[in-house]
């Protein structure tokens, strides 16, 4: 029974992370889209807003949930990995990205009633942070106890700097483009 509920935490785990990869996106269109002409505007807006409905009530809100449940599930199979370092640094990184997904949360309820707070450009770099939590994760859970924590420290500090730096040059490229 173990092995079929962590292949279920980790199928929802997935769908949850492309959720939130891909609602940034849609962010970054909807954000675009106020920016043209009239009619064009409203009708990418009006668009933009059912997907976004879609993509976050149908996909990823319950893969966020089902995701929690199976690892709160696996959780109470094993509670010895609580004890377990690299466990409890995971759990601070699925605390992060719960926080991420609050954030998008809030984000996509203002966005749904054309209040627009963010440029498209920082939501490009915004979507970066669940790319930096992914990776975090991943290795945590791969190499668990095997990993130095300076070193995993400094390697996911240098992964977001080399993020920042592809972020301003594709802004670079943006803009001469335009």
């Known amino acids: 029974m173990y092995e079929y509920i962590k292949s279920l935490h980790l199928i929802f785990v997935i769908t949850w992370f492309a959720g939130l990869f891909y609602i940034v996106r849609l962010f970054v269109y909807q954000i675009e889209a106020n920016e043209k002409p009239s009619p064009e505007r409203e009708i990418l807006l009006n668009q933009y807003k059912i997907m976004t409905y879609r993509l976050w009530f149908i996909i990823t809100w319950p893969s966020a949930i089902l995701a929690i449940f199976f690892a709160l599930w696996l959780l109470h199979l094993m509670p010895a990995w609580l004890q377990m370092p690299w466990m409890q640094v995971k759990l601070g990184f699925v605390v992060l990205l719960l926080a991420y997904h609050i954030k998008c949360h809030l984000i996509y309820k203002e966005l749904q009633k054309d209040i627009f707070n963010y440029s498209s450009n920082f939501m490009r770099l915004w979507n970066e942070g669940a790319t930096i939590i992914l990776f975090a994760v991943v290795f945590l859970v ?31 490229l943006r803009e001469k483009s335009n």
């Open 142 to 172: 791969i190499l668990k106890n095997a990993i130095n924590w300076i070193y995993g420290v400094i390697g996911i500090v240098l992964f977001s700097v080399l993020i920042m730096l592809g972020f301003k040059f594709y802004k670079r």
